[in-house]
């Protein structure tokens, strides 16, 4: 099997159905049922991978999209969730036990910051949220108690970059887990588990779905930690993706790599028409020439994807209200990696900024990236 993404998406793990037919069928099935109770108890083993017995624990449906993620992100397997925050709950549940303590980055997305700061501390778990752009934060945050380091690379909103390798040999050396949040670069222009990352975790619902009609996620772990958490956080928190969902994300996958190229090119153009806008006062967007870790984001990603945002000069929210509502193919909307643009108005305050600060955020889509810009450049005056 050649291990180009782009081949390995439509080829792998395809023999697992009727061969005559090019596309996997949906098996819309709650259970298993056996012949003799040898294979029926067989099924029961959740080490046994392609053998089921119930599907809120395994699907054969999901394998196949599994087995293509598992192999893009260059790991051991790959479990589906109903949704991003389901895998990412399971991966850093799957770390942690009374009194254990997490150090995680402060730009990481809202709802994990969520589960870490207000749900977490009822069983005793605490976090610490750090810069993470220099992995010395990583060891100054650490405690005897430390049992995970959370790392999202590039960051929610501003894209701010860990240096995987580093903190993951940090981590190694002190006996600690490390989970990676992959959405931003999917696995084909990012691999975590290359730079030593333990568990790589995906909001499915992004990139890899792709069309804005599923709500998914991802973990991708070794054999041996994948096996543990099938049997706990998988089995017993129960937050499997139903067959029909699981098949709408293999046919997104299969035009991963062709739609990261597009979004891609087109947030070039955005960042640069906005870069030369009077309006802005600075811009992120990791593809940049100015991009400040550019060295190091030349290190862990292939290519740059559809995210921008942007600092008016004017803090203003009525103006950066009225900017978001005069675009009219950027969507106002939440959520990212679909087929439409989007856009964002939101106040940000990351550790080292000394106040809240209004952001746009975009999505560049997959319409024209003229159109895109000139959409943009008709709306800039409400910034003036
Ligand atoms: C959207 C998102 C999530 C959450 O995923 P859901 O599928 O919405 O649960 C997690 N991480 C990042 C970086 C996201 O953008």
Same mark, same amino acid.
Request: include cysteine.
């Given at each position: 099997?050649?291990?180009?993404?782009?081949?390995l998406i439509q080829h792998l793990a395809e023999e697992t159905h009727d061969r005559a037919a090019v596309v996997p069928p949906i098996y819309q099935t709650s259970l298993?049922? %056996?012949?003799?109770?040898? !294979?029926?108890?067989?099924s029961f083993r959740t080490d046994e991978p392609d053998v089921h017995n119930y599907s809120r624990v395994s699907n054969p449906t999901l394998d196949v999209a599994e087995k293509k993620v598992a192999a893009l992100e260059g790991t051991d397997r790959c479990k589906l969730f109903s949704s991003g925050m389901a895998a990412i709950s399971a991966a850093i549940l799957s770390c942690v036990k009374t009194g254990s303590h997490v150090v995680c980055?402060?730009?990481?997305?809202?709802?994990?910051?969520?589960f870490l700061t207000d749900y977490l501390p009822k069983f005793g778990v605490t976090t610490t949220f750090v810069d993470g752009r220099d992995p010395a934060d990583f060891v100054a945050?650490?405690?005897?108690?430390?049992?995970?380091? %959370?790392?999202?690379?590039? !960051?929610?909103?501003?894209f701010r970059l860990q240096d995987l390798e580093a903190v993951a040999g940090i981590a190694k050396s002190r006996g600690i887990s490390t989970?990676?949040?992959?959405?931003?670069a999917s696995p084909v222009y990012q691999q975590p588990a290359k730079f030593g990352i333990d568990i790589v975790v995906h909001s499915a619902t992004k990139y890899l779905a792709g069309h804005s009609d599923v709500v998914a996620g991802a973990l991708c772990t070794d054999a041996k930690r994948f096996d543990?958490?099938?049997e706990n956080e998988v089995s017993l928190?129960?937050?499997?993706?139903?067959p029909f969902p699981a098949w709408l994300l293999m046919r997104g996958l299969r035009t991963l790599p062709i739609r990261l190229k597009a979004v891609g090119e087109a947030a070039t153009r955005v960042s640069a028409c906005l870069r030369s806008a009077p309006e802005v006062a600075e811009v992120f967007y990791v593809g940049d020439s100015e991009y400040p870790q550019a060295a190091l984001r030349d290190k862990q990603l292939l290519g740059s994807t559809g995210l921008v945002t942007f600092l008016p000069v004017t803090q203003e929210e009525a103006k950066v209200i009225a900017f978001a509502e005069a675009l009219r193919l950027f969507q106002l909307g939440v959520s990212w990696g679909g087929h439409e643009s989007l856009v964002v108005p939101l106040q940000q305050q990351p550790g080292d900024w000394p106040k809240r600060q209004w952001l746009v955020r975009l999505y560049c889509g997959l319409e024209h990236p003229d159109d895109l810009v000139e959409d943009i450049q008709q709306a800039l005056h409400h910034l003036a």
């Amino acid at each position: 099997m050649a291990d180009r993404p782009e081949t390995l998406i439509q080829h792998l793990a395809e023999e697992t159905h009727d061969r005559a037919a090019v596309v996997p069928p949906i098996y819309q099935t709650s259970l298993f049922a %056996y012949e003799d109770v040898a !294979s029926f108890r067989r099924s029961f083993r959740t080490d046994e991978p392609d053998v089921h017995n119930y599907s809120r624990v395994s699907n054969p449906t999901l394998d196949v999209a599994e087995k293509k993620v598992a192999a893009l992100e260059g790991t051991d397997r790959c479990k589906l969730f109903s949704s991003g925050m389901a895998a990412i709950s399971a991966a850093i549940l799957s770390c942690v036990k009374t009194g254990s303590h997490v150090v995680c980055v402060d730009t990481v997305y809202g709802p994990t910051r969520q589960f870490l700061t207000d749900y977490l501390p009822k069983f005793g778990v605490t976090t610490t949220f750090v810069d993470g752009r220099d992995p010395a934060d990583f060891v100054a945050a650490t405690t005897d108690a430390t049992s995970l380091y %959370y790392l999202e690379s590039p !960051s929610s909103i501003l894209f701010r970059l860990q240096d995987l390798e580093a903190v993951a040999g940090i981590a190694k050396s002190r006996g600690i887990s490390t989970i990676c949040d992959n959405s931003w670069a999917s696995p084909v222009y990012q691999q975590p588990a290359k730079f030593g990352i333990d568990i790589v975790v995906h909001s499915a619902t992004k990139y890899l779905a792709g069309h804005s009609d599923v709500v998914a996620g991802a973990l991708c772990t070794d054999a041996k930690r994948f096996d543990k958490i099938l049997e706990n956080e998988v089995s017993l928190l129960g937050a499997a993706l139903p067959p029909f969902p699981a098949w709408l994300l293999m046919r997104g996958l299969r035009t991963l790599p062709i739609r990261l190229k597009a979004v891609g090119e087109a947030a070039t153009r955005v960042s640069a028409c906005l870069r030369s806008a009077p309006e802005v006062a600075e811009v992120f967007y990791v593809g940049d020439s100015e991009y400040p870790q550019a060295a190091l984001r030349d290190k862990q990603l292939l290519g740059s994807t559809g995210l921008v945002t942007f600092l008016p000069v004017t803090q203003e929210e009525a103006k950066v209200i009225a900017f978001a509502e005069a675009l009219r193919l950027f969507q106002l909307g939440v959520s990212w990696g679909g087929h439409e643009s989007l856009v964002v108005p939101l106040q940000q305050q990351p550790g080292d900024w000394p106040k809240r600060q209004w952001l746009v955020r975009l999505y560049c889509g997959l319409e024209h990236p003229d159109d895109l810009v000139e959409d943009i450049q008709q709306a800039l005056h409400h910034l003036a």
